[in-house]
């Protein structure tokens, strides 16, 4: 059972965004006095860059402006029937809207019809900001309807602000305003903290531990969420603390198959076993069937804990997941560490040597490998567990 | 609508590939449809987005590219964008590719042109109503006779013949057959809401004689004004379609241009002209009509780099975004599979299309329907498709 508590936002505990912040506001502007300009923005990054708690400012700031605001969380709707989902979400949307919640229509569209009808009238009078959190993590059977029957529909008014967030898979929307014509909010992803601002909210959030900001950063590269779980829980915990969204039962097997991965650049089905059979110590991982490695691969992108990279041609792991990770087993279970870079190694060498039309690229990889092992020899040196095959490429 | 280009290739599914792409972890063959008109996933695998950008909006604009490089794949995008929605509060497109077999020439007169217009956005409208009843339910006497009247001087059959098959039927799918089997739109209404709409829509006719042609196509304006459609976009395609213009530029500017000296003047009643054209016109228009072509002008040139994306794209919708590219599915013999493809091919999207599903055939008979693809795939697919292009 993890022991990990997330920090709710709370307005005095945030920090900066204030170049975001300032897009929402003129965005807000436009919509408020009813300019052109305001259409749909997108907000996107890595877990726990700060997504969500960006977002709760600028509700909080909506709020104190009186601007109508709907938010909508696909998370809450995952694993549920995609029709009966987009159905409570018209509901939703409706009954906050001024309009009915019960006998909006006998299908999809002619809900969407009413909806819109009573969502009309309300924009009359005043304009309306919709936020859609998770919407990239969402299943992609929900996300066609969502879009038919409201997002599309919303997009074409002239008096919503709609803002889209979430990480990992970018939809392929039909609809030009949720695409094309959507802007990016934080160029094109929201960043993270630079040494400064991971101080600052340290000061913030964890003021024991501001001290420690720049060792902090240097594990975590700045992200807001790293920054406070390595600040409070330690760098075990802290990895706990990213996994939550995975179920419990499931958690232990999910941080397990993320171990055994996190040394490399880019993983596929090919990989997986090799790095798996290290991991566990068990050749036998080694036999697994590519439809078998391939329940792995698509387990970690369920959870948003990796993605297709199309600059490295293969699956990465989240950044900030993998960062501490990776740093977890360096510090805690270095030989382990050792032997997963060591296989990495030892397979692109192979790789590199059976195929000629790809050497280049998998020299590259073996080269990152053999870097990295030299790169901490002195702290592996110190371990008295490492076996001698573990060490011969140091 | 269909293609305005025709289908290079007529392929037969080769048995396996379906399975293989299966086994690879695709949702459905992106490789397939060669015609763009066909493909129900094509606005979700659109690329060029800057291209698309230049085209949406309220405003002319101009899009050239070669024969079969995806001009009627771009103009069908668009019309799809139209057709979000349940509502009239997007532009209305009409489809226009000029009816050469019809007029038995090419160069239409500004009276041609319109009579065809209105044909072609009086048979969109009545697809699109038969989807949504509700815009005509709404309407008063005069509102409904007006649109009973247009399809029945418009539509290329007569109208009761349509709502006979509907009333039979009790669906929109023989009316689609009859009109325009690409036709797709979301959500159409039961049999009994059907029924009402034909009803109520032969009930509103008055039988009245059908006016001179330009009075045809004010009276759509009219209707689709009254029925709240903010602008309207005439999508013109096509015009390389007769053999007097396959291989004729200036015979195309011909054709086009009584629609050009109107355009200006459409601009300014909220009707668009979105041209979709051969690049080979681009300079002949350009100079006949410089400022029309001062601005939203985009000519697509297909670089094996964007070639290659037109394969990403497709694998990352097909995926469900579990991977973007080839190489996912690929032996790690074999990496940027795309670019390989991208300079093997001539520079148009269907050929890149025709050459990676051979990528796949090549696979499925030397391998079998699983197993990731290799080089001897690749290399394979190339050279047969090489010599059928009459290479080495």
């Known amino acids: ?394 | 609508m269909a293609s305005s280009t025709p289908t290079l290739y007529q392929m037969p599914d080769p048995s396996g590939v379906p399975e293989w792409l299966r086994w690879a972890g695709f949702r459905f063959d992106p490789f397939g449809p060669l015609d763009a008109a066909a493909d129900p996933h094509l606005s979700e695998y659109l690329v060029g987005h800057e291209v698309f950008a230049r085209v949406w909006g309220d405003g002319i604009s101009w899009v050239f590219a070669p024969a079969g490089g995806g001009k009627t794949a771009l103009r069908i995008s668009v019309m799809q964008a139209c057709w979000v929605g349940q509502e009239t509060n997007r532009p209305f497109p009409i489809p226009y590719v000029p009816p050469f077999l019809a007029w038995g020439h090419a160069r239409p007169s500004e009276e041609e042109h319109l009579m065809a217009l209105a044909r072609s956005g009086a048979r969109v409208l009545f697809l699109a109503m038969a989807h949504r009843p509700h815009w005509f339910f709404r309407l008063g006497v005069s509102g409904r006779r007006d649109v009973a009247h247009l399809f029945y001087w418009n539509l290329p059959g007569p109208l009761p013949v349509y709502l006979n098959l509907c009333r039979q039927s009790r669906q929109i799918s023989p009316l689609r057959e009859a009109l325009d089997p690409t036709f797709i739109l979301r959500d159409p209404p039961d049999g009994v809401t059907l029924q009402q709409w034909c009803d109520e829509l032969e009930s509103a006719l008055a039988g009245q004689p059908a006016p001179h042609p330009s009075e045809r196509w004010a009276h759509l304006l009219a209707v689709l004004k009254m029925l709240g459609f903010p602008s309207i976009y005439i999508l013109a395609d096509g015009f390389d379609g007769a053999p007097e213009t396959i291989d004729n530029p200036m015979m195309i500017v011909d054709c086009l241009r009584p629609l050009l000296y109107r355009a200006e003047k459409w601009a300014q009643e909220r009707v668009f002209l979105k041209a979709f054209l051969p690049t080979e016109t681009l300079p002949l228009l350009a100079e006949e009509f410089p400022l029309l072509l001062s601005d939203h002008v985009s000519v697509i040139h297909w670089t094996p780099d964007l070639l290659a994306e037109i394969i990403r794209r497709r694998v990352y919708v097909a995926s469900g975004g579990n991977f973007g590219s080839l190489d996912a599915v690929a032996s790690p013999a074999l990496r940027d599979v795309e670019i390989v493809l991208a300079r093997s091919v001539m520079p148009l999207p269907r050929e890149m299309l025709v050459l990676t599903r051979r990528v796949i055939e090549e696979h499925v008979r030397r391998e079998g329907t699983e197993g990731l693809l290799t080089g001897e795939d690749v290399e394979a697919a190339i050279s047969q498709y090489t010599q059928e292009k009459g290479g080495p």
């Open chain 1, 1 to 394: 059972m993890s022991t990990v508590q997330l920090l709710s936002y709370s307005p005095s505990l945030f920090v900066n965004r204030e170049q975001e912040l300032q897009i929402l506001e003129e965005r807000v502007q436009a919509l408020k006095e009813g300019r052109d300009g305001h259409g749909v923005l997108i907000l996107l990054g890595e877990r726990g860059v700060g997504k969500t708690w960006l977002r709760a400012h600028f509700e909080h700031q909506l709020s104190q402006e009186r601007v109508p605001v709907v938010r909508l969380d696909l998370k809450e709707y995952a694993g549920k029937d995609p029709a009966w989902a987009v159905a409570d979400i018209l509901q939703r949307v409706s009954a906050e809207t001024g309009g009915p919640r019960e006998r909006l229509g006998a299908d999809l569209a002619e809900m969407s019809r009413t909806v819109f009808r009573h969502l009309q009238k309300f924009l009359q009078q005043q304009p309306l900001v919709v936020i859609v959190d998770h919407v990239y993590e969402s299943d992609w059977a929900l996300l066609p309807l969502l879009e038919d029957y409201l997002l599309g529909p919303l997009a074409a008014e002239r008096r919503v602000l709609l803002l889209l967030t979430g990480r990992g898979r970018l939809y392929p929307w039909k609809n030009p305003e949720l695409s094309t014509l959507a802007d990016p909010l934080g160029k094109p992803e929201l960043k993270p903290f630079d040494p400064l601002l991971t101080k600052e909210q340290l000061q913030h959030q964890a003021p024991l531990q501001a001290h420690r900001a720049d060792e902090i950063y240097a594990l975590t590269g700045g992200n807001p969420l790293g920054n406070y779980l390595v600040a409070v829980y330690g760098l075990d915990q802290a990895v706990e603390g990213l996994l939550e969204p995975v179920p419990e039962e499931q958690r232990r097997t999910v941080r397990e198959y993320l171990e055994a991965l996190c040394v490399l650049r880019a993983f596929d089905e090919e990989r997986i076993p090799n790095m798996l059979a290290a991991y566990y110590g068990d050749a036998s991982y080694r036999q697994w069937t590519y439809a078998r490695s391939r329940r792995v691969r698509e387990e970690l992108i369920r959870w948003g804990l990796a993605r297709w990279d199309a600059e490295q041609r293969g699956y990465v792991m989240d950044r900030i997941v993998r960062q501490l990770i990776e740093r977890y087993l360096q510090t805690q279970k270095p030989e382990l560490w050792c032997r997963l870079h060591q296989t990495a190694y030892e397979l692109y060498q192979q790789w590199a040597s059976h195929y000629p039309a790809t050497r280049e690229r998998w020299l590259e990889e073996a080269e990152y490998h053999r870097q990295r092992l030299q790169e901490y020899g002195p702290l592996l040196s110190r371990s008295e567990s490492i076996s001698a095959a573990d060490r011969r490429i140091l």
